[in-house]
């Protein structure tokens, strides 16, 4: 399985930007997906996760209320609508699909990622 992040760039604080992650082949009906981000000299972090069929979802404390999970079967394409973006935003964002039934926060509940895509906010 591969996965293709796309999306980042570099905005001003308040801007937004929608990221996009391309997974290589269908995932299986118990394949939750997630972001998580990794800022310079800090550990990675989870951002948001959503379960197959969109019906769960979860977004870490610091992106609820700006940020928005979403995913299109379909296309096998996961999706993050990042609103409101703050400087503290910026970092390296990846995308992973989790183990199986796992809809988690936790790393290591996710077994494939991408390269992640870069995003950085001014202020």
């Known amino acids: 399985v591969q996965l293709q992040a796309s999306g980042g760039g570099l905005v001003q604080a308040g801007d937004s930007l929608k990221l996009s992650c391309v997974v290589s082949?269908?995932?299986?009906?118990?394949?939750?997906m997630a972001w998580f981000r990794q800022a310079p000299g800090k550990e990675r972090e989870f951002v948001s996760s959503?379960?197959?069929?969109?019906?769960?979802?979860y977004y870490a404390d610091s992106v609820k209320g700006r940020f928005t999970i979403s995913r299109d079967n379909a296309k096998n394409t996961l999706y993050l609508q990042m609103n409101s973006l703050k400087p503290e935003d910026t970092a390296v964002y990846y995308c992973?699909?989790?183990?199986?039934?796992?809809?988690?926060?936790?790393?290591?509940?996710?077994?494939?990622w991408g390269q992640g895509t870069e995003v950085t906010v001014s202020s």
């Open positions: 082949r269908r995932t299986s009906s118990n394949n939750g």
């Open positions: 959503i379960s197959w069929n969109s019906s769960r979802k």
């Open positions: 992973g699909v989790g183990r199986s039934g796992f809809v988690g926060s936790e790393l290591s509940g996710y077994n494939y």
